[in-house]
């Protein structure tokens, strides 16, 4: 049977095969599916050579997008680019040099999401910088110590900024030993947008904020309607998916050719069959795969939904090899996290759940503020870290840390969900383990933001060697921006 005739059931008893070890499928309650086998170890990435310095001038503005397509109107879109899709790629240990300049009416700043750099470049407004007012700039610099799948995105009135396009993506190479036959962005997120007009709708609504967020009207894959892109035919290529949504989790697999995931969140895993795998926002999975024949096609899909919604289609180009080979991928080199001390790591509760607070909050200095007053201020309050919402959509009142830890010492995050909906938690500054849960059988990985599913508790470890006040949070935007937010520090 060729792989390109497959449909997802048969995919999903499809034996997958790494160096013959014998291998069990196991069905997780939360709907992924990982294969367990003697772990292959991967291999520690070579030297990447002499760093090179990669300048790149952003420029945030109001610009046209054209999302409905040539003929229908356009949508006034906010962009880092006359391009709307900024891509920077640069090489493990290169050093990035960004000038960001805000031609936007409202302040901005870039969160490098996912890499570990220094906190002032870490781009939170108040926390980690001052915000970029209208007219001004701020130049980023940092080295990028992690290859991978990355993104940036601005960290304040977020629902809004990113809500009109501003995100752009970052690609750090130099963890494949060979390079795979093509190299393909697989770039995910909705648009509220009225599509008589092009206008955007609003972008948040209390009812969305108070469960699983407002969702998008318009889904576009790289800021179109779903692609067809032609692959060499038989051939492995690699997929880089970026749930770039500020609300809808995909639940992502592939029909139609055999599939393996190769990183999550840009970290190496060994190589494992994609059955489905749920992506919340800010989530990325680079996924090898076995290009379908010449001429056939098969597709990544999205399951969350009554019938697959297609988000690519890939279409076998040029000959096929002449001797097929079983599917079998190369694993990417190990990532380069420094390993938590299990045994010795301290272990922090936090529970994520709901909540309802005040308008109004008490400055250090004894001033009561109305949080209805400005940008970034919102008296919607519905989620909470340890009880504790923060305070506005700004951070411009931090609230006392969640935990205060040691640099240098390990930990473990016990991360408890407990309310029905789902929240991608994400840490600033640091990549953790992901280690285990009490619901969902992933395989143990580096991650940046972990998918709590409903009820789920699930264990996190890494060490806190980056010190500065890092951001932890929902990734749901919305979620974010009423409440499921804080910060600890590492000092
Ligand atoms: Cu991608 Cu604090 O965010
Ligand atoms: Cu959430």
Not at 75 to 102: F, H, K, Q, S
Not at 232 to 261: C, F, H, K
Not at 383 to 396: C, L, T, V, Y
Request: hydrophobic share 45%; net charge negative.
């Amino acid at each position: 049977m060729s792989a390109s005739r497959l449909q997802g059931p048969a995919l999903l008893r499809r034996r997958f095969l790494v160096g013959g070890a014998a291998s069990v499928a196991l069905l997780s309650a939360g709907g992924s599916v990982a294969e367990r086998r003697p772990p292959r170890p991967l291999a520690a990435a070579p030297d990447p050579g002499t760093p090179a310095t990669h300048r790149a001038h952003l420029v945030a503005a109001p610009r046209p997008l054209k999302l409905l397509g040539p003929g229908a109107p356009a949508t006034p879109g906010w962009t880092y680019g006359d391009d709307p899709l900024t891509v920077i790629r640069a090489r493990r240990g290169d050093t990035l040099e960004v000038r960001l300049e805000n031609r936007l009416p409202e302040f901005t700043s870039i969160h490098w999401h996912g890499i570990r750099l220094p906190i002032a470049m870490d781009g939170v407004p108040y926390i980690t910088q001052p915000p970029v007012q209208p007219g001004e700039g701020f130049d980023y610099r940092f080295a990028l110590p992690d290859t991978g799948t990355f993104f940036f995105h601005p960290h304040c009135n977020t629902v809004e900024q990113v809500g009109r396009g501003l995100a752009g993506v970052l690609i750090v190479d130099g963890d494949a030993p060979a390079p795979y036959a093509a190299d393909v962005l697989c770039l995910l997120r909705d648009w509220r947008i009225d599509e008589a007009t092009g206008a955007f709708l609003d972008f948040q609504t209390a009812a969305g904020a108070a469960k699983a967020g407002t969702f998008g009207t318009l889904r576009t894959t790289g800021l179109g309607p779903a692609p067809t892109v032609a692959v060499p035919a038989g051939r492995d290529v690699r997929v880089r998916i970026l749930n770039l949504d500020v609300t809808r989790v995909s639940q992502v697999g592939v029909i139609g050719a055999e599939a393996a995931v190769i990183a999550i969140d840009g970290n190496a895993v060994a190589p494992f069959p994609l059955i489905e795998w749920r992506m919340g926002p800010a989530m990325r999975l680079d996924v090898a795969v076995r290009a379908p024949g010449p001429g056939a096609t098969a597709s990544i899909v999205d399951y969350f939904a009554k019938e697959p919604v297609v988000l690519m289609t890939l279409v076998g180009e040029g000959a096929a090899p002449e001797t097929a080979t079983d599917f079998d991928p190369a694993p990417l080199y190990a990532p380069a996290m420094p390993e938590p001390d299990l045994r010795n790591a301290e272990t922090l509760p936090f529970v994520f759940g709901s909540t309802a607070v005040a308008g109004t909050v008490r400055a250090p200095n004894g001033q009561v503020i109305d949080l209805g007053a400005s940008l970034c201020l919102n008296t919607d309050s519905f989620w909470a870290i340890n009880k504790q919402s923060w305070p506005e959509r700004g951070h411009e009142f931090p609230p006392a840390p969640l935990a205060e830890l040691q640099l240098g010492r390990s930990y473990v995050f016990e991360l408890q969900n407990v309310t029905p909906h789902m929240h991608p938690i994400h840490l600033h500054g640091h990549t953790f383990k992901v280690l285990d849960s009490n619901k969902v059988d992933r395989p143990v990985h580096w991650a940046d933001t972990v998918l709590l599913t409903p009820k789920e508790r699930a264990r996190i470890a890494f060490v806190a060697d980056n010190p500065g006040r890092w951001m932890f949070h929902c990734h749901i935007i919305e979620h974010q921006d009423t409440g499921m937010m804080g910060y600890v520090t590492v000092a």
